[in-house]
């Protein structure tokens, strides 16, 4: 069979042009009986529906993009089928876009904005700067994630990653912990989201009368848990000793691990160890992660629903919501 089209599902479920059209637009007046009728006709034919013909209807496609540095990380993966499910319930389908966090991708997707396939974005930068953000994005309605400063008049969602890291610090402190390192930070150009925990991991040391100490700050060449393993062993074989390691995200936490196993140290009854973000593999490693988690279903849910007021026509100036975070405890920080 050749491609469906709006008629063949009209003449299939026995209605006109006008009602298939309003069901696949979710039009509020069609009743449930007859929305059944119709929704039974395109799944038994397939049809899918014509962007561009929604478009040039409605002036909208019902697809949002969300773009991020690399769909191969846990918490980017773990993000996408949040928004994923919030957004398909509020009747749009997501397109998943990566920039590999080098400034040339950012700027190349804030910049074409999906070249009109797409009603509105989610961003969560890694390199772009507030003024990047300014000077290359569209009139496409915008809502950024995460760490970076946003334009005055753009949307912003995130958490407080000041406060949340120098409570995961001061969790290991309270345990006894003196001796504490910070892991998984770029060697060279900190991102704004590795300067924000390291704040409140430096602000909780000096609060618990601690100086905190240079050489604890153990940076790796790439963010991932191979670069963690290298880091941390590095470390550990110049006769760097500490009683925890605090670690920028839960992939840092997982090589450190590894670090840590190869040489006999024992966790968490000689080193503690913490990670972020709570990825799903956290509770499963050996011993399971202690981890700060981020509320992504509060995440999503905001930043979807100001995403659509701002295709909805709100223009008002860049709101900044903080979603909750709590911190699980597990068995490599008891």
């Not at 003024?131 to 958490?159: F, K, S, Y």
């Not at 930070?185 to 409140?200: K, M, P, V, Y």
Request: aromatic share 4%.
């Amino acid at each position: 069979m050749g491609q469906v089209r709006l008629q063949d599902v009209a003449e299939h479920a026995g209605v006109s042009m006008k009602t298939v059209s309003n069901v696949v637009r979710d039009a509020p007046h069609v009743s449930p009986r007859m929305r059944e009728r119709v929704q039974k006709a395109i799944d038994e034919l397939g049809y899918r529906p014509n962007m561009m013909g929604r478009r040039l209807a409605t002036g909208r496609t019902s697809l949002i993009a969300l773009g991020f540095a690399d769909v191969a990380i846990p918490y980017f993966a773990e993000l996408s089928r949040v928004v994923s499910r919030v957004s398909l319930q509020h009747g749009y389908r997501v397109l998943l876009e990566e920039t590999d966090a080098t400034l040339d991708g950012e700027r190349a997707l804030v910049a074409a904005s999906e070249s009109g396939l797409v009603d509105g974005m989610l961003f969560q930068p890694s390199v772009m700067s507030s003024t990047e953000i300014a000077r290359h994005r569209t009139e496409l309605p915008l809502v950024l994630l995460g760490e970076t400063a946003a334009p005055l008049t753009v949307d912003r969602v995130m958490i407080d990653n000041v406060l949340a890291a120098q409570e995961i610090t001061r969790h290991v402190l309270d345990a006894g912990r003196r001796r504490v390192g910070f892991v998984g930070h770029e060697r060279s150009g900190l991102s704004e989201t590795s300067r924000q925990r390291i704040a409140g991991y430096q602000q909780a040391l000096e609060d618990a009368g601690i100086a905190p100490d240079p050489a604890l700050l153990i940076a790796t060449a790439e963010i991932s848990a191979v670069g963690a393993v290298r880091a941390v062993g590095e470390m550990l074989d110049a006769g760097l000793v500490v009683d925890a390691l605090v670690c920028r995200d839960d992939l840092a936490a997982i090589g450190t691990l590894r670090a840590l196993h190869e040489r006999g140290i024992r966790v968490p009854h000689d080193v503690a160890v913490t990670g972020w973000d709570d990825i799903h593999l956290s509770a499963v490693t050996f011993p399971s992660l202690t981890t700060v988690s981020p509320d992504l279903e509060a995440l999503a849910e905001r930043a979807v629903s100001m995403l659509l007021e701002r295709i909805g026509g709100f223009d008002g100036m860049g709101r900044h919501v903080v979603v909750p975070h709590r911190v699980v405890v597990r068995e490599s920080a008891p």
